[in-house]
């Protein structure tokens, strides 16, 4: 199958390009910005990569010079619509079969699932940014046991809970085994709907394992909107910093945290300003408004003229 890296800040064509290469029998890998997509590329290798909006242009430039120098054979392709044209041709230029069967099959609903879906949902919205991860993490707080029904294209997906952590994902796309980063996937959809089932009575029904109950959320989170997104609603002051709360250790242990991650704790022990902060290693903006509005730090001191730091209006996605 041939392999796709699709790069775009503007989660509406992102989705949009994703669903029609996919339709096209093409394996996609996403990133929001630049800097996603060279990881993400070092990890999978793509033959081609799709640059698309709201992109920053010296990053771009950057990430084009990295990718020909470690592989030279790679494609870089501008979209243009309409967009299942556009799969179309790139499957062709690669000699990549055409998909036998466009039609999604749909997820597996055994008995004891059934009767949970059955259940009015006590949570329901649209998939609007941060929405769905909000959900989780107060369903995983309260040790909530339940199916989060997802409609998206191509389908709905069912996320099943166990006393709060997801056990598993059936996908509409793939409903016998769901791709390792599908709950990151639904994380970062912006456009859908969701509703929560409460009831366990699907546990002998599905292969349950534990996953962390936070870190894909985080990884959606990241995927849908880049950092300066996330560095413009942490709204930060000069002098404004936070702190730990009583739930930071239980929220942390939930995350898989790299190196750059945990410096970025450090500097929050260490009292280092969150505009200092934001400005470090790796993606450090989306792990500190990701910890705001999680509730695992809290607003600490801030000069008398500094802006009041708001951790719930979500960042622009792209």
Do not use: K, N, Y
């Amino acid at each position: 199958m041939a392999r796709i890296l699709l790069v775009d800040g503007d989660p509406s064509s992102r989705g949009a390009l994703e669903r029609a290469l996919v339709a096209e029998g093409l394996e996609v890998v996403v990133a929001a910005d630049p800097e996603a997509a060279w990881e993400a590329a070092s990890a999978f290798r793509p033959e081609v990569t799709v640059l698309g909006r709201l992109l920053p242009r010296t990053a771009v430039e950057e990430l084009i010079g990295l990718l020909r120098e470690a592989e030279p054979g790679v494609i870089f392709v501008s979209p243009r619509e309409p967009w299942t044209e556009m799969a179309r041709a790139l499957r062709v230029r690669l000699g990549a079969p055409a998909p036998r069967d466009l039609t999604p099959r749909p997820p597996p609903v055994g008995p004891g699932t059934a009767r949970v879906l059955a259940r009015p949902p006590v949570a329901a919205g649209p998939l609007e940014f941060g929405a769905l991860a909000d959900l989780l993490v107060r369903l995983w707080r309260s040790a909530a046991d339940g199916i989060v029904a997802v409609d998206l294209p191509p389908g709905v997906a069912h996320l099943f809970l166990l006393r709060g952590a997801p056990v598993a994902v059936h996908a509409a796309s793939a409903p016998d085994e769901a791709p390792p980063d599908a709950l990151a996937a639904l994380c970062a959809a912006a456009e859908g709907a969701f509703a929560f089932h409460p009831g366990s009575e699907f546990a002998p029904e599905v292969r349950a394992v534990r996953q962390p109950a936070l870190a894909p959320l985080l990884s959606g989170l990241r995927r849908a909107a880049d950092e300066l997104s996330f560095a413009a609603a942490l709204g930060t002051g000069p002098d404004r910093v936070a702190e730990r709360s009583a739930a930071a250790g239980a929220v942390l242990r939930e995350l898989a945290l790299d190196a750059d991650d945990r410096e970025t704790i450090g500097g929050l022990d260490r009292g280092t300003p969150l505009h200092a902060l934001a400005r470090g290693p790796g993606r450090p903006a989306s792990l500190l408004w990701f910890l705001l509005r999680t509730g695992a730090v809290v607003p600490g001191r801030a000069a008398e003229d500094a802006p009041t730091l708001s951790a719930t209006e979500p960042p622009s996605p792209g």
